[in-house]
């Protein structure tokens, strides 16, 4: 291995530790109180905007408003401006919490994650748990009293209180 090749190497896998460390902490904060039905559908909206992104099955601005990042870490889609509530993108960190997370949100936030990024286990997970099938394609998600946005009201369902939904999905475009 050359010396530039290890240095690709050592850098995506510190992108990827970031960017699991992250997803995990935006997991927590964002579906803690929902148990582990409501972290799996989270982290599986978030893997699947990175997923269609990376795989050019549609343009970053669909999911980031302006962005030309045609290859966006995890960490680039929860730091997005406005994406996320848990964000703050004006000061570039997470909001702070009345009630922080306890290490036990965290294990599950974990949990969750490796859940939602195994198509066998999401799969089985869903079936198993009597989750609505689309929260395998779920793109998004907003709290029940966020701002309403029609352009959101595709292929939507409830888990906890989060509505989920599949905006952006090539195969419910017109």
Request: glycine share 6%; hydrophobic share 30%; no cysteine.
């Amino acid at each position: 291995m050359t010396p530039e090749q290890y240095s690709a190497k050592r850098s995506a896998e510190m992108q990827n530790q970031i960017d699991m460390a992250n997803l995990t902490k935006a997991v927590a904060l964002e579906a803690r109180g929902e148990g582990m039905d409501g972290m799996f559908a989270v982290a599986k909206s978030i893997l699947n905007r990175h997923e269609l992104i990376n795989s050019g099955e549609v343009l970053p601005s669909t999911y980031m408003p302006n962005s030309v990042n045609s290859k966006p870490t995890i960490s680039d889609i929860l730091f997005h401006k406005d994406q996320y509530q848990v964000y703050d993108s004006k000061n570039k960190r997470f909001k702070d919490q009345k009630n922080p997370p306890t290490k036990e949100d965290f294990q599950k936030a974990q949990e969750a994650i490796h859940l939602a990024s195994d198509t066998h286990r999401a799969m089985t997970y869903i079936l198993d748990r009597n989750l609505p099938m689309d929260t395998f394609d779920g793109t998004g998600f907003r709290r029940r009293d966020a701002k309403y946005d029609a352009s959101q009201d595709k292929g939507t369902f409830m888990i906890g209180n989060h509505q989920f939904n599949k905006a952006g999905r090539p195969e419910l475009e017109e």
